[in-house]
């Protein structure tokens, strides 16, 4: 089991930035695959970024590539997405969550075990 809290949210400008932080307690984060997700108001949740245990893997999507970029620290267990030229549409509650199994990188939600409470992320016009 693994707890995650993620922290960094706000109101932001567009064109601005931010960088969000995801800490895990527990079994710590070395062992998982780890990913950020976000949801809109009225919208699906989608896909940010995801890391492997050892950060030789990532995956963006392509709405958030050369804008995004995810980290992880395994001796603090943190996992971060820093965000730079943010627009309006990015606007969002973001999530982390971690993937007990390390042989993939998985970019949808339904292989995710462990979920934060989520980040608010405004980015106004």
């Known amino acids: 089991q693994v707890q995650l809290v993620e922290s960094g949210g706000g109101l932001v400008q567009a064109g601005g930035s931010l960088r969000l932080s995801c800490a895990a307690s527990?079994?710590?984060?070395?062992?998982?695959?780890m990913g950020w997700f976000r949801q809109a108001p009225g919208k699906e949740r989608e896909f940010v970024a995801a890391?492997?245990?050892?950060?030789?893997?990532?995956h963006y999507a392509d709405s958030v590539k050369g804008r995004f970029t995810i980290s992880r620290d395994n001796a603090k267990n943190t996992v971060y997405l820093q965000m730079n030229s943010l627009k309006p549409e990015d606007t969002a509650v973001y999530y982390c969550?971690?993937?007990?199994?390390?042989?993939?990188?998985?970019?949808?939600?339904?292989?995710?075990?462990?979920w934060g409470q989520g980040t608010q992320v405004t980015v106004s016009s």
């Open positions: 527990g079994r710590t984060s070395r062992t998982y695959t």
């Open positions: 969550a971690a993937d007990r199994l390390l042989h993939r990188v998985a970019v949808t939600s339904k292989e995710y075990d462990y």
């Open positions: 890391i492997s245990w050892s950060s030789s893997v990532t």
